[in-house]
């Protein structure tokens, strides 16, 4: 018998799954087709159907990419010793992603929670664990403020995580239909307003 012998794949894993998940990002879940895919990779139909699956599990592969991208505001915002702060310059930083954001591609994970989330379990929870591991990281940020006295002993640290992460996102979506000369002045409020809160 005659071992068949497996040939190392002649592409970099990690260059094609960014590539798939920048496609996803600018186009969406429906929109992009394995054409796009094809296009964006340089691999041919048949080489990514046998190395990464279908369209399906393609955009699983980049929604866990994006996790990876994302990863060091969480660890940011984990941190940190000066809660209000931190917050800031957090939700700073969300708004100057959207002000510098020329392409429109927007919060890949905030996109596919508005096109897929309740169609598909699967994919839905994807979403879910990005949301999740956001309010993880400001769960922790706010509890440590309850221990150094920053935040009121009053406060629901779990409730307020998850309206952090709501704000987030809503900036996010809100961001993308305002006039070009309102958006900052409009999404500072926000992040003032919200900031109050704490």
Not at 44 to 66: D, H, Q
Not at 98 to 116: M, Q, R, T, V
């Amino acid at each position: 018998m005659v071992e068949r012998i497996m040939r190392p794949r002649e592409f970099d894993e990690g260059a094609v799954v960014d590539a798939v998940m920048r496609t996803f990002w600018r186009n969406g879940y429906a929109a992009t087709s394995m054409n796009d895919l094809v296009e964006a990779t340089g691999l041919s139909r048949s080489t990514i159907y046998n190395s990464f699956g279908g369209k399906k599990t393609l955009f699983a592969l980049a929604l866990k990419e994006y996790r990876r991208v994302t990863t060091g505001t969480v660890a940011k915002i984990s941190r940190s010793s000066d809660v209000r702060g931190s917050l800031r310059a957090l939700l700073i930083s969300i708004v100057d992603d959207e002000l510098s954001d020329h392409e429109g591609f927007g919060c890949f994970a905030a996109n596919s929670s508005l096109e897929i989330s309740g169609r598909d379990p699967e994919l839905s929870a994807l979403v879910a664990q990005h949301f999740q591991r956001l309010e993880s990281g400001l769960l922790r940020l706010l509890r440590h403020g309850q221990k150094t006295g920053e935040i009121s002993p009053d406060q629901d640290c779990q409730i307020l995580s998850r309206y952090f992460v709501a704000v987030i996102q809503g900036i996010r979506v809100v961001s993308k239909g305002l006039p070009a000369a309102s958006r900052q002045p409009y999404l500072h409020s926000i992040v003032e307003a919200s900031i109050a809160t704490v």
